[in-house]
Each structure stands twice: as structure tokens, then as C-alpha cells.
Antibody
Framework: EVQLVESGGGLVQPGGSLRLSCAASGFSFNSYWMTWVRRAPGKGLEWVANIKEDGSEKYHVDSVRGRFTISRDNAKNSLYLQMNSLRAEDTAVYYC????????????????WGQGTLVTVSS | DVVLTQSPLSLPVTLGQPASISCRSSQSLVYSDGNTYLNWLQQRPGQSPRRLIYKVSNRDSGVPDRFSGSGSGTDFTLKISRVEAEDVGVYYCMQGTHWPQVTFGGGTKVEIK
């Protein structure tokens, strides 16, 4: 069974930093793209960043580029999101998710989600 | 960015009755490989999102057959043939065609009348 368990969320002041972790199990972690998606209070889902199976390619949404960094440790089956220079608008539940292929797909698609971890940026 | 517009925002439904959710894209979701990467997610209260449908009309494993997806190009629909109590939650469409910049619809809240 695919399991994704996030941790590291909490209350942080504006300008502060936080590191989110996601522990993966139940599948070959090093064979999948992984991604972070967030949902701000009262708003919809927003893709934040994703990373290739071996960590050689990373993409970040414009609003976090230069402040957030996605990374992974395949030896530990873990995904991370380092968040620096946090702003009030970064307040959200952050979900770790797997991107998988179906059949002869060219593009990976989010197929499994974790439970999420809440990040609150406030003074 | 590709904008996905869902309607309605809220959908009160009587148990056992059908429900339909629309998702319209600001750009075509047909990819160069011929696939259309339009997916539907369900988020029950207090739970994480769960994918129901991928590539327009394919049900994920374990998804009841009362859920079905259809559409093409820029217009897509999720239908629930007979709503059950466990279907309460928020439903999102999601496009993966313009990966890695995937985007989501604003969500439709399904509730029981």
C-alpha cells in the first residue's frame, strides 16, 4: 500500500524558515517523480514543486522560486521542501504526492497523496 | 497558466439522484502524444485528496462505477450516477497536460440535501 506521511509543519514568523519532510513507503520511491501541492485556507489546490526520480530535475512555481527548494533522499525514501523567507500567503496545508505513469503515458500524473501538514506563517 | 473553471461551486443533491460537475479549460488539454491529461480528484471532509479519474474517463482502482468522466479538448464532465452519503466532499478537476505546471479547478462542493 502506498503511504506518504508528511511532517515538519507548524507556526513560523514571517521571514522565517521551515523544512517539510515526507516519508514514503509501499512503492519503489526512486522510480517516481514526487511533488508538493498546497491548499491555502479558503482557496483551491496549488502545485508548488516537483522533482525527478534521481533528483536531477526540479521545478518550482513562480511564487516560491528562489525561496523554496524541493529535494529528496532516495536512500531514506524521503522527500523534502525547504521553505525560506516565508510569507503570510504561504500559509497552507502542504501535501506530498507521487507522480506515476499509466500505460504508455508521456507525462507523469499525481496519483497518490499524503495527509498533509499545516504551515502557518504569522507573527 | 492554464485556468480550469469548475461549475457549479456548490451542488446539493438528493441521495440516489445523479450529479454532474463541469470543468472548462482556458486552453486545449490535448497533449502531443494524443493523450488528454485531465483528472478528477475527490476530497472528503478531513481527508487528503484522492484521484478518481485519470485521462478524462479512466477510473482509478477501487473507484465505484457510479463515477464517470467524459469530455474532450477544453470541456469535461464528472458524473455521479446515484449519489451516496460517502460522496460528500469537494471535487477538483486537474490538468497535467501542461506539466510540470499542473493546475486545478476551484472545486465543487457536493452536499446532501
Amino acid at each position: 500500500e502506498v503511504q506518504l506521511v508528511e511532517s515538519g509543519g507548524g507556526l513560523v514568523q514571517p521571514g522565517g524558515s521551515l523544512r517539510l519532510s515526507c516519508a514514503a513507503s509501499g512503492f519503489s520511491f526512486n522510480s517516481y517523480w514526487m511533488t508538493w501541492v498546497r491548499r491555502a485556507p479558503g482557496k483551491g489546490l496549488e502545485w508548488v514543486a516537483n522533482i525527478k526520480e534521481d533528483g536531477s530535475e526540479k521545478y518550482h512555481v513562480d511564487s516560491v522560486r528562489g525561496r523554496f527548494t524541493i529535494s529528496r533522499d532516495n536512500a531514506k525514501n524521503s522527500l523534502y521542501l525547504q521553505m525560506n523567507s516565508l510569507r503570510a500567503e504561504d500559509t497552507a496545508v502542504y501535501y506530498c504526492a507521487r507522480e506515476g505513469y499509466s500505460g504508455y503515458d508521456t507525462l507523469p500524473q499525481v496519483d497518490y497523496w499524503g495527509q498533509g501538514t499545516l504551515v502557518t506563517v504569522s507573527s | 497558466d492554464v485556468v480550469l473553471t469548475q461549475s457549479p461551486l456548490s451542488l446539493p443533491v438528493t441521495l440516489g439522484q445523479p450529479a454532474s460537475i463541469s470543468c472548462r479549460s482556458s486552453q486545449s488539454l490535448v497533449y502531443s502524444d494524443g493523450n488528454t491529461y485531465l483528472n478528477w480528484l475527490q476530497q472528503r471532509p478531513g481527508q487528503s485528496p484522492r484521484r478518481l479519474i485519470y485521462k478524462v474517463s479512466n477510473r482509478d482502482s477501487g473507484v465505484p462505477d457510479r463515477f464517470s468522466g467524459s469530455g474532450s479538448g477544453t470541456d469535461f464532465t464528472l458524473k455521479i450516477s446515484r449519489v451516496e452519503a460517502e460522496d460528500v466532499g469537494v471535487y477538483y478537476c486537474m490538468q497535467g497536460t501542461h506539466w510540470p505546471q499542473v493546475t486545478f479547478g476551484g472545486g465543487t462542493k457536493v452536499e446532501i440535501k
